[in-house]
């Protein structure tokens, strides 16, 4: 049954004719389920472009703006802040369900797009790359009276993929998570050093390289986005979890749980995933060297390939959900929006115009996230029926939700960034306009609770307050309070809401031998998520004192809470834990990804010990399908023997011989790759998988095992020494004219000279009097993408009126021919074209149409992250042009043809990214105005 309200069409058609003006006198255009109902509670001027918010004691909403973001992609006339962005608090005095005033609390030039905010009592902590910033008002004018920088380092500046929000987890610790703009090099109070790295690198302003394969204090590799945890004081910084492309969020329930949703690479595999402590999400290769692309193999989807998901030591993936660009975060643990609603997980999705809801379920020893439902909407069910307007655009589609937080009184605020775009990054609503809708339940009498922080009692209340940093506040008063505060904290273990348990449970434990007795007896609760929270609350304080039960415990556990015996014991001895940790091997069937990841993170360190303790004596042939699964995750060299007698068993089945295979191809070792040396001269499947995995392995993990070996199909771009010869004589400054044009000559006649010109021209090392020389016209260049750049660089550029094609009327029918004859050479398109550019299939689901339109006429405006171009020089003269997919021993270029070439990184003489899209320009396509009107028609049109 349908469970979201309809607008009737003539109120729809009506909200149309607001056009994509001022949209302060729309109705709001939310679709939420039937018991609920949405109202506006603040618009802009109240405020601009929110990005993130937080709830405090006074029921007030505070949040941060991101009027200045990425100006350098915006100066044509948007709202820009001289003094930097600021941190707004909006109220609603009056009590009339709307916010009345707005008051600004700071504003600073440190604060440019600021991503996080949280309140906590007097202290407010602003995530802005490089810094996490805490201002403290200590008189409570609602003025910082101080400003401290707790942690700095973080890269992405001005960048969507920078530093993110902040929360004060109910173990008392702050979490914060980054996106993969690094470098991130930051350091804790106690001097301990965070370095997280990857191949990905996108042009700014202020951005420095982003180099993989950087080795922390631990001795660790830590990967593109993550996150960290660390100690209110500023000690004691950890990672959590890492190797995100981008979670814009992440939310820490009262169970100890993390919970993040993750953007792709504009290719439909955005996912919502629960974490594991110590976990890697999967998006670069391990050492954030290499790109997913490069790393994909044959048969895999694109799903599985983005996240690794066939890669032993990679986190199962958890509900891929398609296109999108996943924001806030926020899991509701009351019932004030009514009793179905506790427990849900909203995860908000920009891209999508919506707000999925998930109710975690337990499966195994992980979480199943396979009830999403469209919570929230803009437009009607995950984008289905949507209307496009002819004259103007469908200002439903710039809902953009940033963020979700409950107040006080459990109401829900949905923050709205309110923009045709997102994604790319540039902002087309040049007014910075933004929106707050609250969300209640209907009938119900949403009453402002009195918080009182000053008397044991009122803490307890506080503490059950759906406001995040409010009963994060309350905790940290009875944290202070120690074991005094324990009778009253006692009767919430016996209250019907368990996320009211877990919390009382993270503090009990904290309270010396008292409070851990009142916990001992939850580590055999019937509900999983209560023992799991009493295991996590206990082990954070006195670890060896769980050692003496520990393997009835074991026994006796739900998988959910022997997974995390696994990731807890290895923290300590593993001379004690060892028994322990047999045990938990016994417990694996051999199908739970979740555990066995578990276990693969607790024996990391280890796997050539533990394969010697738990198989070394087991005949190969007899491995369990469990044994040989958990053997495929820990790939130990211990192993090698064992499993290259497997691999050649005739008695086994093919595919316990691949999966030997495969296991083996995660061995840096010689002993491994002889094998597949000598696999490779045969012939048959393994001999196919052996002569894959030796071309794959030959400029990575494998590279020096593999100097020697030239693979068959090595495509090393032709040497071009006479290109060499020319750069030196153009360079000349002693030369005479003639020379130089003559060798200029030579450049433009060949395919790697053009390229080498772009490159000096991008450089700022060709002199314009050279430049003067070049042909006006690229006519002779058959590469599109080469042509625009030249162009570009050194041509004159057509431009299209982007306001009269949006006017146009576009045929359906030819724009599907014209979008097979020029898309789908760089684009996918349902089953059809490459996979160089975005996926276009669901396009409409994230850009409305006349933000199509300026995406095709201007492909610089807009670079999807992880689509920006490079230029890369070999020293053997040749020269190309394309998408960088791994940067490390190893350079992978996928040029603009969709040919990729694997470079050993000793050959490439320089490489320089270029701020240019590969996508050409329509003139360079031969595409009028009425032939991009039929593109948009086919493209906007149903799900193709």
């Given amino acids: 049954m349908k469970t979201y309200r309809l607008l009737s069409l003539s109120l729809f058609f009506a909200l149309l ?71 707004v608090i909006l109220e609603d005095r ?53 400003k401290e920088v707790f942690l700095t380092g973080f890269g992405g500046k001005d960048h969507d993929h920078g530093l993110h929000a902040g ?41 420095t390289e982003n180099v993989p394969a950087q080795v922390s204090d631990d001795g660790k590799v830590y990967t593109g986005g993550l996150i960290i945890r660390i100690n209110p004081d500023g000690t004691g910084m950890e990672v959590m979890a890492h190797n995100f492309r981008n979670a814009y969020e992440v939310f820490v329930d009262s169970y100890g749980n993390m919970w993040q949703s993750d953007n792709d690479d504009q290719t439909a595999s955005c996912r919502t995933t629960w974490l594991m402590e110590g976990g890697n999400a999967g998006f670069f290769s391990e050492k954030g060297d290499r790109t997913w692309q490069a790393d994909r193999r044959p048969g895999q989807t694109i799903a599985e390939a983005h ?28 019932d004030e929006l009514g009793e179905a609603y506790r427990g849900l997980l909203l995860a908000a999705d920009a891209g999508r115009n919506i707000i999925f809801g998930y109710h975690p379920r337990p499966e195994g ?68 306009e933004g929106k707050i809708y609250r969300i209640t339940k209907k009938g119900r009498n949403y009453a402002s609770p009195s918080i009182d922080f000053g008397t044991i009692s009122g803490q307890v209340a506080a503490l059950c307050n759906p406001a995040v940093h409010v ?27 368990p996320f009211y348990q877990a919390r009382a449970i993270w503090l009990l434990a904290e309270m010396g031998a008292p409070g851990l007795e009142k916990v001992r007896p939850l580590l055999r609760d019937k509900n999983p998520e209560l023992a799991l929270t009493s295991l996590r609350a206990m082990a954070a304080v006195a670890p060896e004192a769980l050692l003496g039960e520990a393997a009835t415990l074991i026994s006796e556990a739900h998988p959910l809470v022997r997974r995390e015996w696994a990731l807890l014991l290895r923290k300590l001895d593993y001379e004690k834990t060892a028994p322990l940790y047999s045990q938990l091997i016994d417990g694996f069937d051999g199908t739970d990804p979740w555990y066995r990841y578990a276990l693969g993170i607790a024996f990391s360190d280890r796997a050539d010990e533990v394969f010697e303790r738990e198989w070394k004596n087991t005949d190969p042939l007899a491995w369990s399908a469990a044994q040989a699964s958990l053997i495929w995750e820990l790939h130990p060299e211990a192993a090698i023997p064992a499993l290259i007698h497997r691999v050649h068993s005739e008695s086994l089945s093919p595919e316990e011989r ?10 840096p070792h010689n002993e491994a790759v002889e094998t597949f040396l000598r696999l490779a001269e045969g012939e048959g499947i393994l001999a196919e998988q052996a002569d894959w995995w030796l071309q794959f392995r ?247």
């Fill in 17 to 87: 004719s607001c056009g994509t003006g001022n949209r302060n006198q729309e109705a709001p255009l939310l679709y939420v389920p039937e018991e609920l109902e949405v109202s506006l509670w603040a618009s802009s001027p109240l405020f601009h472009n929110p990005t993130n918010m937080d709830v405090d004691a006074k029921g007030r909403v505070w949040l941060t703006e991101a009027v200045n973001y990425r100006d350098f992609r915006n100066a044509d006339g948007h709202l820009v802040r001289e003094a930097g962005d600021r941190v």
């Fill in 94 to 146: 009056d009590g009339d369900g709307k916010a009345d005033t707005s008051q600004v609390f700071v504003q600073d030039e440190d604060l440019r797009s600021p991503l996080g905010i949280a309140v906590v009592g007097n202290q407010v902590v602003v995530s802005c790359s490089p810094h996490v910033i805490v201002y403290t008002d200590t008189d409570g004018d609602d003025l910082p009276d101080s």
């Fill in 167 to 207: 929360q004060l987890g109910p173990d008392g610790k702050w979490y914060f998570i980054a996106g993969n703009a690094g470098p991130h090099q930051v350091e804790d109070k106690e001097g301990w050093t965070l370095r997280s790295g990857s191949v990905y690198n996108e042009y700014t302003p202020y951005s």
């Fill in 307 to 334: 996240w690794h998901q066939h890669d032993p030591g990679v986190l199962p993936s958890g509900d891929v959900y398609g296109a999108g660009s996943p924001t806030g975060m926020l899991r509701i643990e009351g």
């Fill in 365 to 432: 020893s992980g979480y199943s996230l396979a009830n999403r439902q469209n919570f929230i909407a803009s437009v009607d069910t995950d984008n289905e029926g949507y209307i496009w307007h002819q004259v103007e655009a469908d200002t439903s589609k710039w809902f953009r939700p940033s963020d979700a937080s409950l107040g006080t009184d459990g109401s829900l605020f949905v923050a709205d960034w309110y923009d045709p775009i997102v994604g790319g990054h540039q902002m087309r609503d040049k007014g910075g």
């Fill in 471 to 497: 009963r994060a506040r309350a905790a940290q008063l009875l944290r202070e309070q120690g074991a005094a505060v324990i009778p009253q904290l006692e009767p919430l273990l016996d209250h019907v809401n």
């Fill in 658 to 667: 691949l999966q030997a295979l495969e296991t083996l191809a995660f061995v």
């Fill in 698 to 944: 030959k400029y990575n993990e494998w590279q020096d095992f593999l100097e020697d070996w030239e693979p068959p199909l090595d495509n090393l771009p032709a040497p071009q020494p006479e290109l060499l010869v020319a750069l030196d004589q153009l360079s000349d400054s002693l030369g005479t004219t003639a020379a130089q044009q003559e060798a200029l000559n030579r450049l433009v006649e060949s395919p790697e000279g053009r390229l080498h010109l772009a490159f000096l021209a991008v450089k700022g090392s060709l002199a314009d009097s050279l430049k003067t020389l070049l042909p006006e016209e690229w006519s002779t260049e058959g590469r599109l993408a080469v042509r625009s750049l030249l162009t570009r660089l050194f041509g004159t550029e057509q431009h299209l009126d982007e306001a009269g094609i949006n006017q146009l009327a576009g045929d359906v029918t030819n724009g599907k021919v014209l979008a097979a004859r020029n898309c789908l050479a760089c684009h996918r398109i349902g089953d059809s074209g490459n996979e160089i550019g975005p996926y276009l299939s669901g396009i409409r689901q994230k850009m409305d149409a006349p933000t199509l339109v300026n995406a095709i006429v201007q492909p610089d405006a807009a670079i999807g992250f992880g689509s920006e171009s490079w230029l890369i020089r070999l020293k053997n003269g040749a020269a190309l042009y394309g998408l960088l997919q791994s940067n490390g021993p190893v350079v992978t270029v996928l040029d603009s043809q969709g040919q990729r070439f694997v470079i050993p990184a000793s050959e490439v003489a320089e490489k320089r990214q270029v701020p240019v899209s590969l996508m050409p320009k329509p003139a360079e396509m031969g595409l009028m105005a009425q032939d991009i009107a039929d593109i948009r028609a086919y493209l906007m049109q149903g799900d193709l």
